[in-house]
């Protein structure tokens, strides 16, 4: 039969299914078999053929024939599995099948009085059909067809090679069949690497779309601050039920670390022949993103959340294999073949700069960084791996690659907060701070200035740029850029004059009046900033005679919050100031210098674009637990002292991060605003600024720096820098203070946040075909930039 009369049949079998105003019987396979028998449709071609509307006309008007064609397609793939794929027409059922679920299950899910149908048992079908009509062992529909799918993914001339040398006995029993000796990629566990093969890819890459079709389930539930929401299709499928958990697991993650989107290295190759690879990877890493949500902190007595996968404790129960293996995972080689592959495709997008068109751009750089995340969450050796060696700077120059290039795009606000986080777990461990002094060389091309300097100043003059020109909604992550900051100052040994110029112009900025009286939380800032100086001047000042310099060139800024105005009129005035002054964070110092060679200024979205909303990030103080760092250069965990003022730390509501949002918006940020600064709430922290070190480094260093000027004539600014080089401080500094690390902590506010952000992601990047277009999703809002 040609191609265009199956494609007609199988339309008039979809009107039929529509129109026929008796329900068909299950039995009547000559109907059901024209969805599946001889069609020559592509998965495009099925989402064409079953339109939308017409799937939601079953559902409403002949739910018995939608509930039969599920539960037929299930069977059929159940068959499949059970006779291992031999002929080219059981291939084509099979996949067809798949096909029909990945286009339908969306408007089951979509439907609340649908959703359970999956979970149900069909009289008949299931275990029963394989003629033991015994229905209380029959499984739920959802758990033959996930079985069914697991099965498929290690069939024997389908998806996997044959082991088989003889063509005689060609039929490898699919229920002996070891599935460990057909793991797809060589890395993690398996040394063997099998030959590339179009066909099976493509078969793997299908039957993923389902497996993820599946699990989306979690998309048309709303965001649920219970971090209890299990979402039963993954945990079903990553459970000891699947007696393919492992090397599926293993499969997913070694096809993704191994890919190279550059081949064989021949610049321009992806243009002449394309690379079936990468949609696989893509579907890989997608499916094994969402396998991997699983929420480790669990509520303690008194309400907090304690990460059991976060400490030395036992890796996290069985509930999710998934998770588990990847605890577990342990051996060197193995965390370098997993780094050096995410490394390597995280940069990918970089070498483009260099050959415009050179080599294939990968578009997967979200779900990477989902993947990366979770290693360095559920795995602490892997984190401690990563940070052993300076490979964490291959992660750390893509990260400030995609954040100073996303700044002024609203709709890749999703991956500012993932780059951020990321940075925030990482600068959390001493290591990574020490490892950001080694100088940086690449030159990546990046709108920033041109600096000579380590990997920190990368660091400051990236983050420097998101404050001062990236858009409105970032303005919650500031909090979190300057965090990260304070948690490396006391390991950077010198920082770029470039780099000091940034740090005194946002100082200059966030201490302004209008700044600080302007939101409620405004004047942290302020504290974040002096506490990067504290430490760096404390803790490696022979180092930093450029900060030391830029500090004393702007040493009215300090001299100007040491005698801020508390008295109301005061505080009224610079209010009103603040209405007529133009935004200060947007002007650029006078040291912004020449952008590198071969950059791009960061653009804004294009209109039409689509973006998906996210759920707000908890505050910094949710976000981050206190820790000490002891002389010996161990962490003790700092309890929040209960005197402390809570309420001026995070407002009281229980959801604290919209309160502390909408605080934080500066436009709404006006003297008639529903919250207005009073003197007493100044006098409350203006009394704690930690100034001391700065005000007595300025007491010391002014006069001498002033008399080598005036007796030496001099205002060439490398003889102060010579001068200050070889200055010392000792004993004259207050006692050092202990350094203070805030190390991210989980909680149920940022598991809910990475769940929605990992499924908008897969919303957005799944348009061909675009298996969940205009249905009903809950999870998040889909909107127009």
Same mark, same amino acid.
């Given at each position: @039969?040609?191609?265009?009369?199956?494609?007609?049949?199988?339309?008039?079998?979809?009107?039929?299914?529509?129109?026929?105003?008796?329900?068909?019987?299950?039995?009547?396979?000559?109907?059901?078999?024209?969805?599946?028998?001889?069609?020559?449709?592509?998965?495009?071609?099925?989402? &064409?053929?079953?339109?939308?509307?017409?799937? $939601?006309?079953?559902?409403?008007?002949?739910?018995?024939?939608?509930?039969?064609? =599920?539960?037929?397609?299930?069977?059929?793939?159940?068959? +499949?599995?059970?006779?291992? =794929?031999?002929?080219?027409?059981?291939?084509?059922?099979?996949?067809?099948?798949?096909?029909?679920?990945?286009?339908?299950?969306?408007?089951?899910?979509?439907?609340?009085?649908?959703?359970?149908?999956?979970? *149900?048992?069909?009289?008949?079908?299931?275990?029963?059909?394989?003629?033991?009509?015994?229905?209380?062992?029959?499984?739920?529909?959802?758990?033959?067809?996930?079985?069914?799918?697991?099965?498929?993914?290690?069939?024997?001339?389908?998806?996997?090679?044959?082991?088989?040398?003889?063509?005689?006995?060609?039929?490898?029993?699919?229920?002996?069949?070891?599935?460990?000796?057909?793991?797809?990629?060589?890395?993690?566990?398996?040394? %063997?690497?099998?030959?590339?093969?179009?066909?099976?890819?493509?078969?793997?890459?299908?039957?993923?779309?389902?497996?993820?079709?599946?699990?989306?389930?979690? @998309?048309?539930?709303?965001?649920?601050?219970?971090? #209890?929401?299990?979402?039963?299709?993954?945990?079903?499928? =990553?459970?000891?039920?699947?007696? %393919?958990?492992?090397?599926?697991?293993?499969?997913?993650?070694?096809?993704? =670390?191994?890919?190279?989107?550059?081949?064989? +290295?021949?610049?321009?190759?992806?243009?002449?022949?394309?690379?079936?690879?990468?949609?696989?990877?893509?579907?890989? &890493?997608?499916?094994?993103?969402?396998?991997?949500?699983?929420?480790?902190?669990?509520?303690?007595?008194?309400?907090?959340?304690?990460?059991?996968? @976060?400490?030395?404790?036992?890796?996290?129960?069985?509930?999710?294999?998934?998770?588990?293996?990847?605890?577990?995972?342990?051996?060197?080689?193995?965390?370098?073949? !997993?780094?050096?592959? !995410?490394?390597?495709?995280?940069?990918?997008?970089?070498?483009?700069?260099?050959?415009?068109?050179?080599?294939?751009?990968?578009?997967?750089?979200?779900?990477?960084?989902?993947?990366?995340?979770?290693?360095?969450?559920?795995?602490?050796?892997?984190?401690?791996?990563?940070?052993?060696?300076?490979?964490?700077?291959?992660?750390?120059?893509?990260?400030?690659?995609?954040?100073?290039?996303?700044?002024?795009?609203?709709?890749?606000?999703?991956?500012?907060? /993932?780059?951020?986080?990321?940075?925030?777990?990482? *600068?959390?461990?001493?290591?990574?701070?020490?490892?950001?002094?080694?100088?940086?060389?690449?030159?990546?091309?990046?709108?920033?200035?041109?600096?000579?300097?380590?990997?920190?100043?990368?660091?400051?003059?990236?983050?420097?740029?998101?404050?001062?020109? +990236?858009?409105?909604?970032?303005?919650?992550?500031?909090?979190?850029?300057?965090?990260?900051?304070?948690?490396?100052?006391?390991?950077?040994?010198?920082?770029?004059?470039?780099?000091?110029?940034?740090?005194?112009?946002?100082?200059?900025?966030?201490?302004?009046?209008?700044?600080?009286?302007?939101?409620?939380?405004?004047?942290?800032?302020?504290?974040?900033?002096?506490?990067?100086?504290?430490?760096?001047?404390?803790?490696?000042?022979?180092?930093? *005679?450029?900060?030391?310099?830029? /500090?004393?060139?702007?040493?009215?800024?300090?001299?100007?919050?040491?005698?801020?105005?508390?008295?109301?009129?005061?505080?009224?005035?610079?209010?009103?100031?603040?209405?007529?002054?133009?935004?200060?964070?947007?002007?650029? *110092?006078?040291?912004?210098?020449? #952008? @590198?060679?071969?950059?791009?200024?960061?653009?804004?979205?294009?209109?039409?674009?689509?973006?998906?909303?996210?759920?707000?990030?908890?505050? /910094?103080?949710?976000?981050?637990?206190?820790?000490?760092?002891?002389?010996?250069?161990?962490?003790?965990?700092?309890?929040?002292?209960?005197?402390?003022?809570?309420?001026?730390?995070?407002?009281? #509501?229980?959801?604290?991060?919209?309160?502390?949002?909408?605080?934080? $918006?500066? #436009?709404?940020?006006?003297?008639?605003?529903?919250?207005?600064?009073?003197?007493?709430?100044?006098?409350?922290?203006?009394?704690?600024?930690?100034?001391?070190?700065?005000?007595?480094?300025?007491?010391?260093?002014?006069?001498?720096?002033?008399? !080598?000027? !005036?007796?030496?004539?001099?205002?060439?600014?490398?003889?102060?820098?010579?001068?200050?080089?070889?200055?010392?401080?000792?004993?004259?500094?207050?006692?050092?203070?202990?350094?203070?690390? $805030?190390?991210?902590?989980?909680?149920?506010?940022?598991?809910?946040?990475?769940?929605?952000?990992?499924?908008?992601?897969?919303?957005?990047?799944?348009?061909?075909?675009?298996?969940?277009?205009?249905?009903?999703?809950?999870?998040?809002? /889909?909107?127009?930039?």
């Amino acid at each position: @039969m040609g191609s265009a009369d199956s494609k007609l049949n199988f339309r008039k079998a979809v009107i039929q299914l529509t129109t026929k105003t008796q329900p068909v019987e299950a039995t009547d396979d000559a109907f059901w078999d024209q969805f599946w028998a001889d069609t020559a449709t592509s998965v495009q071609d099925v989402f &064409a053929l079953v339109p939308a509307a017409e799937i $939601r006309a079953v559902r409403e008007e002949s739910p018995s024939n939608l509930a039969t064609l =599920c539960y037929k397609a299930v069977e059929k793939l159940v068959q +499949g599995a059970e006779s291992g =794929c031999h002929s080219e027409k059981e291939k084509q059922i099979v996949l067809n099948c798949s096909r029909l679920l990945t286009r339908v299950l969306p408007y089951i899910f979509e439907d609340p009085d649908w959703r359970g149908f999956f979970w *149900s048992t069909v009289p008949g079908a299931g275990r029963g059909a394989q003629g033991e009509d015994d229905d209380e062992n029959a499984r739920p529909l959802a758990e033959s067809l996930l079985l069914a799918v697991a099965d498929l993914l290690f069939c024997p001339d389908f998806t996997v090679q044959s082991h088989r040398r003889s063509t005689v006995d060609s039929a490898e029993d699919i229920h002996s069949l070891d599935s460990c000796e057909y793991i797809w990629e060589a890395g993690v566990g398996f040394a %063997h690497s099998p030959q590339p093969n179009y066909n099976h890819d493509m078969n793997r890459m299908e039957l993923l779309k389902l497996l993820l079709t599946c699990f989306s389930e979690a @998309m048309y539930l709303p965001p649920a601050p219970d971090s #209890s929401s299990v979402n039963p299709w993954v945990q079903f499928f =990553c459970s000891t039920e699947n007696r %393919h958990a492992l090397p599926l697991f293993t499969s997913l993650l070694n096809t993704v =670390c191994a890919y190279d989107p550059v081949g064989y +290295g021949i610049p321009y190759n992806h243009l002449l022949f394309s690379d079936h690879r990468e949609p696989l990877v893509e579907e890989a &890493a997608q499916v094994l993103i969402v396998s991997l949500d699983h929420d480790c902190a669990t509520p303690t007595v008194d309400g907090t959340t304690t990460g059991t996968a @976060m400490d030395d404790a036992d890796p996290p129960g069985p509930e999710n294999l998934f998770v588990n293996y990847l605890s577990r995972i342990h051996r060197e080689e193995d965390f370098q073949f !997993i780094l050096k592959g !995410i490394a390597r495709l995280l940069s990918n997008p970089l070498l483009q700069t260099y050959l415009p068109n050179s080599t294939k751009k990968i578009q997967f750089h979200q779900e990477l960084l989902v993947l990366f995340w979770k290693l360095c969450d559920f795995n602490k050796k892997f984190l401690f791996f990563v940070l052993k060696s300076s490979d964490v700077l291959d992660i750390l120059v893509p990260i400030l690659y995609f954040l100073n290039d996303a700044r002024a795009d609203q709709s890749r606000v999703g991956l500012m907060h /993932i780059g951020v986080f990321i940075l925030l777990l990482l *600068s959390g461990e001493r290591n990574f701070g020490v490892r950001l002094n080694k100088p940086y060389s690449v030159r990546v091309p990046m709108d920033i200035p041109v600096f000579t300097g380590t990997h920190a100043d990368l660091l400051i003059v990236v983050f420097h740029k998101i404050i001062t020109s +990236g858009h409105q909604r970032l303005q919650p992550l500031f909090d979190c850029l300057l965090t990260i900051v304070v948690n490396v100052s006391p390991y950077l040994k010198s920082l770029s004059m470039v780099a000091a110029n940034k740090l005194l112009h946002l100082l200059e900025a966030f201490s302004t009046t209008w700044f600080l009286f302007s939101a409620a939380q405004n004047h942290h800032l302020v504290f974040f900033l002096l506490e990067v100086f504290n430490n760096i001047i404390q803790y490696q000042f022979d180092g930093n *005679s450029n900060l030391v310099y830029a /500090i004393i060139r702007k040493r009215s800024v300090f001299h100007q919050l040491a005698n801020l105005p508390t008295d109301p009129p005061a505080i009224h005035k610079a209010l009103q100031r603040r209405r007529r002054a133009p935004e200060a964070l947007s002007r650029t *110092s006078s040291q912004e210098g020449v #952008s @590198m060679e071969g950059s791009h200024p960061a653009a804004p979205a294009e209109p039409g674009t689509l973006k998906a909303s996210l759920v707000a990030t908890p505050g /910094i103080e949710k976000l981050t637990e206190k820790s000490q760092v002891s002389e010996d250069g161990t962490l003790r965990s700092l309890e929040p002292a209960p005197q402390q003022n809570l309420a001026e730390c995070s407002p009281a #509501s229980e959801e604290p991060s919209q309160a502390w949002r909408e605080q934080r $918006r500066l #436009s709404s940020a006006s003297a008639g605003g529903q919250w207005s600064p009073t003197s007493e709430w100044v006098l409350s922290w203006k009394s704690k600024l930690p100034l001391q070190t700065i005000m007595r480094l300025l007491q010391v260093l002014v006069p001498q720096v002033e008399k !080598i000027c !005036i007796d030496k004539g001099l205002t060439d600014e490398s003889e102060i820098l010579r001068f200050l080089q070889h200055g010392t401080l000792v004993g004259l500094l207050p006692v050092p203070h202990p350094i203070l690390i $805030r190390k991210y902590q989980a909680n149920s506010g940022t598991a809910v946040w990475f769940r929605t952000y990992m499924w908008g992601v897969i919303y957005l990047r799944n348009v061909d075909p675009p298996v969940w277009y205009d249905t009903d999703v809950k999870l998040f809002e /889909i909107q127009r930039v």
